[in-house]
């Protein structure tokens, strides 16, 4: 491949491949896995893994056993390549996560595409780095229904959004009966605005929130 770049995640010793066309990590990615607090042997399960840089990260931790799951063949191809990067057990899978079926996880991570496909320029070419961004694969719906139906009852599930889409995130998590446990609100340097937000959420359980201090990106 050679539209391939060796980069590295956060850390240097944390190297890992990029293609070139595909969606790469960004600000965002980095937040999150900076986030995710991880018990002690869990399983982690990432919900669109792209190419594993979120599982890399995690990998630094006594995990059991780290699971990606990525419906995009590209993707999934980089990711499989990063996984000789990885020390712990891991699997990875080139599918759909709705239709995705597995023995229930302690820990569940997503980066979802963000903007509905209602609200997306009808002319915008979607190629493998659009579709990181629309929900044209996976809307965050779709995403919580099967976190709802992966994750065991005491599991926790991490994400990344943007803060306009509050209202809306909210609504979903109610829907499925998730509770905001911990939150932490990414602050833009320059422009000063609000930009996106970590929340790590469980479910059925009544649990105070914590909010964090401002992370500025």
Same mark, same amino acid.
């Given at each position: 491949?050679?539209?391939?770049?060796?980069?590295?995640?956060i850390?240097?010793?944390?190297?890992?491949?990029?293609?070139?066309?595909?969606?790469h990590?960004?600000?965002d990615?980095?937040?999150? #896995?900076q986030?995710?607090?991880? *018990?002690?042997?869990?399983?982690?399960?990432?919900?669109?893994?792209?190419?594993? #840089?979120?599982l890399?990260?995690?990998?630094q931790f006594?995990?059991q056993?780290?699971?990606?799951?990525?419906?995009l063949?590209?993707?999934?191809?980089?990711?499989?390549?990063?996984?000789?990067?990885i020390?712990?057990?891991c699997?990875?899978?080139?599918e759909?996560?709705?239709?995705?079926e *597995?023995?229930? @996880?302690?820990v569940?991570?997503c980066?979802?595409?963000?903007?509905?496909?209602?609200? !997306?320029?009808?002319?915008?070419i979607?190629?493998?780095?659009?579709?990181?961004r629309?929900?044209?694969?996976?809307?965050?719906?779709?995403?919580?229904?099967? @976190?709802n139906?992966l994750?065991?009852?005491?599991?926790?599930?991490?994400? @990344?959004?943007r803060?306009?889409?509050?209202?809306?995130?909210?609504?979903?998590?109610?829907l499925?009966?998730? *509770?905001?446990?911990?939150?932490?609100? #990414?602050y833009?340097?320059?422009?000063?605005?609000?930009?996106?937000?970590c929340?790590?959420?469980?479910?059925?359980?009544?649990?105070?929130c !914590?909010?964090l201090?401002?992370?500025?990106i």
């Amino acid at each position: 491949m050679n539209d391939l770049s060796l980069d590295y995640f956060i850390d240097e010793n944390l190297k890992l491949y990029q293609k070139k066309d595909c969606f790469h990590f960004n600000t965002d990615t980095k937040f999150l #896995a900076q986030f995710v607090h991880l *018990h002690s042997n869990e399983t982690i399960l990432d919900i669109g893994t792209n190419n594993g #840089a979120l599982l890399l990260y995690m990998d630094q931790f006594n995990v059991q056993k780290l699971i990606g799951v990525e419906i995009l063949k590209e993707a999934f191809e980089v990711c499989k390549l990063n996984e000789q990067f990885i020390k712990h057990p891991c699997e990875f899978y080139n599918e759909d996560i709705r239709l995705f079926e *597995h023995e229930k @996880v302690d820990v569940i991570l997503c980066n979802p595409p963000y903007f509905p496909v209602s609200k !997306t320029n009808p002319n915008v070419i979607l190629d493998n780095r659009q579709l990181g961004r629309i929900e044209i694969n996976l809307t965050f719906k779709e995403c919580v229904e099967s @976190v709802n139906r992966l994750l065991k009852d005491n599991g926790r599930f991490y994400f @990344v959004h943007r803060c306009t889409f509050l209202n809306e995130i909210l609504e979903v998590l109610s829907l499925y009966h998730f *509770h905001i446990k911990t939150m932490q609100i #990414a602050y833009d340097k320059k422009s000063m605005q609000a930009k996106s937000f970590c929340m790590e959420v469980i479910r059925d359980s009544k649990c105070q929130c !914590t909010i964090l201090p401002v992370k500025w990106i």
